[in-house]
């Protein structure tokens, strides 16, 4: 069924582009390539012109005008000062080394808030709704705010001794190492810096699993945490939709192939991919079409209410953002296995890290911080019979909540045009009782 619709639509896509034009998509991609670098516009050849864009209303003159927003160019930084609360840069090292970033929108010291994004994901996520995103609203509504980023991404690539650039080790973690290292290390600096015995946590998508797994491992940090507000946990992704699935089923074999190029570094900011994606999909309609209704809505959920086209280049601006290979693939293993785990390294060697040949559970029954879980009905990463599962591991639910909207998706969480409609009263109300 879905592979049939991805088809019509990719098809009837194709179709409909060849017929309007013509012509091949060929000269579209060398001009994408020979781009001079650092402009919004593309410089395009007369035979582009003449055909493929002739009917589009971005072609202005001899460029393509890609009509960026400015927030897609603004960074972290420039984005909470255009919105009022100009932010700090603070660093934090953890126990095995490494350095990571965490911005700070100063309000009451003794309300902070940290959240923590998901995969191929940054700090960026929750402010780039600007006036109507989550850390903004938080700290408009005076709350002390934090936002971390995970190691490796392109806020935190920096270690003590290795090269993120050089050393093949500095990518020999998942979020395992987030949340035994860099989360406790995150919310010790927080406290000492406000003083405070306990901070809100709030997690998207693996954002969650690092809180949940460091309560897991370090049962001391429940007690630091007032509630911990978890959006669309990727704890528990069995049941995970198609097309991802497909991915999911192949890690051992996309590790394999990763591996084997020696790529430990999956993403980074910059990359082709990522260059390619900022310069095609936010070509109007055309561009939208593809990158999110025929791409991204196909993973993360179908949703074109709450990811309208004016704001997708402004999610281009800021991500993807990479990860490592072996936080991919521990990621990937919950789904396969079916249950939330150490990393499995491979029977011999989990003997030796593990001394046996299953990684061992990440025990739950320890998680006593309180819990409160949203979830989407439309979410084709973390489906709802997977958030339900979490729930009923965990011992301490003081809400489970599936939002109101029919379509809300994975990603709506932290993009959707809504979320201070739909979903943040609900996190207010949690803070305000916790
Ligand atoms: C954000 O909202 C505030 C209050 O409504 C408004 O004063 C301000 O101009 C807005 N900022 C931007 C950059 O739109
Ligand atoms: C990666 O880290 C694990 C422990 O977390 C260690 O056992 C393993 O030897 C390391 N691998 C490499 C290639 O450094």
Known sequence: MVYTSVIFHMVTMILLYLSSTGYSLTPIVEDIFLEKPGGDVLQINEFTKKSVLRELPILDGNVIKTNVPADAKLDFNGLAAKYGHPCEEHYVESEDGYVTKLFHLPGDRKRPVLMMHGLFDSADTFIIRGNRSMAISLANAGYDVWLGNMRGNKHSRRHVTLNPDKDPEFWNFSYHEMALYDLPATIDYILGHTGQTRIYGIGHSQGNNIFIAMTAMLPQYNKKIRVFISLAPAVHIENIKLPTKILVLLSPLINYLFEGIGNEEILPDGAILQRLLQKVCPLGLPGYVLCVQLILFQLAGYNTAELEQE????????????????????????????????????????????GRKEPPLYDLSVVTMKVAIFAGNNDKLVVLKDTARLRDELTNVVEYRVLEPRKWNHLDFVWGRNANKFLFPYIFKLLQKY
């Open 311 to 354: 704001f997708f280049p402004i999610v281009l601006g800021h991500s993807p953002s990479g990860t490592s290979r072996k936080n991919l693939i521990h990621l990937a293993q919950s789904g396969k296995y079916k249950r939330f785990a150490y990393y499995d390294a491979g029977a011999e060697e989990n003997i030796r890290l593990y």
